[in-house]
């Protein structure tokens, strides 16, 4: 198969936003006078956004407006050889993407901060791009591209991503 399109995650897939997850979370909790959560408990809360991962970690029964926390990019860095293998991509000619459910702004921010100029389109959750594994998104980034999701592999880290491709028809 020819695939000549990649749409990458961001968080756990391009860059390693784990360790700021962890540390700002937290920090939130502490703040909120709520215990600490272990690095393998705030990993299991990853993959549906920041106010998912907020009202995991708080205790039960806590009040929606205790879970709202600001979340920074100190310790965020691309994975290893990440910068690499998409020089080689690009080098090839593929048209790459991002695709997340973290907040549009969030998304442009972090994609410019630590990966400027590198994707042709970037997206994050915002009206016109649900949450996945709704495909509208894939399939909006797709189109964008120029592309069709038979040419298109998506790459991820969790089951919402597999199944995100599997809606929309690319390769995962």
């Given at each position: 198969?020819?695939?000549?399109t990649f749409v990458f995650d961001l968080d ?55 879970t709202d926390a600001a979340y920074g990019n100190?310790?965020?860095?691309p994975y290893p050889h990440m910068r690499e ?88």
């Amino acid at each position: 198969m020819a695939f000549d399109t990649f749409v990458f995650d961001l968080d756990g897939t391009l860059l390693d936003t784990l360790p700021d997850l962890v540390v700002i979370t937290n920090q939130a909790l502490g703040e909120l006078g709520f215990p600490p959560r272990s690095h393998d408990e705030i990993l299991s809360y990853v993959g549906n956004g920041v106010r998912a991962l907020m009202c995991q970690a708080v205790p039960e029964g806590t009040s929606p407006e205790q879970t709202d926390a600001a979340y920074g990019n100190d310790l965020t860095k691309p994975y290893p050889h990440m910068r690499e293998t998409l020089t080689e991509l690009s080098a090839r000619g593929a048209r790459m993407g991002v695709l997340s459910n973290k907040f549009d702004a969030g998304v442009q921010q972090v994609m410019n901060q630590f990966m400027p100029g590198v994707f042709a389109v970037m997206h994050g959750e915002c009206d016109g791009i649900p949450r996945k594994p709704d495909p509208a998104g894939l399939l909006r980034t797709v189109r964008e591209l120029g592309s069709s999701p038979k040419r298109t592999v998506y790459v991820g880290d969790s089951p919402g991503d597999v199944r995100v491709s599997r809606n929309a028809g690319t390769f995962s």
